[in-house]
């Protein structure tokens, strides 16, 4: 009778060592605790390295992290809620706008208003594409989307002279 033949487990691959199995589980590991890989900005520049041309820079990323954390504190000035509904927490309760210090609430809204007219009209599609990344958190859909996002980074970038 023939003795049946051991397939390999993996189709296609023959004989991985064991040195070669422990260095794929250490790479998968290291990347998976990226700080980077949990909001989308950071998985977009991850992108950027491994595959140029299909993510967003360094110097792009931070001044995206720095837009968000300008609409986060333009959001507590005015006592407006997140844009998404999972970032709300129904129980906190929320004091009037009036309550910031007037020369921290005019320096905030000033910064954002000056962020909102470099990124065009709010129907601007590099404006919507910086909202939606930088401060919903959302995918990029699309590689026009991803255009309009670098472009709109581009924008803020040369306004607040990060140097690239």
Do not use: F
Request: charged fraction near 30%.
């Amino acid at each position: 009778m023939p003795r049946a033949r051991k397939k390999p487990s993996i189709p296609g691959v023959k004989n991985v060592s064991p040195a070669t199995i422990r260095r794929i589980r250490n790479d998968a590991i290291e990347a998976a605790s990226d700080a980077r890989r949990g909001h989308e900005l950071g998985r977009l520049a991850l992108r950027e390295i491994q595959h140029p041309g299909e993510g967003i820079t360094a110097i792009q990323e931070s001044v995206g992290l720095r837009y968000a954390g300008l609409r986060a504190k333009w959001r507590a000035v005015t006592g407006i809620s997140p844009a998404t509904v999972q970032a709300q927490d129904i129980g906190r309760i929320r004091g009037a706008s009036g309550e910031a210090p007037d020369d921290v609430a005019a320096t905030v809204e000033r910064a954002m208003r000056d962020a909102d007219d470099v990124l065009g009209a709010p129907g601007s599609p590099q404006r919507r594409s910086v909202e939606i990344v930088c401060d919903r958190d959302c995918v990029v859909v699309g590689h026009q989307m991803l255009l309009d996002l670098r472009s709109g980074l581009d924008a803020l970038a040369r306004l607040w002279g990060v140097v690239r």
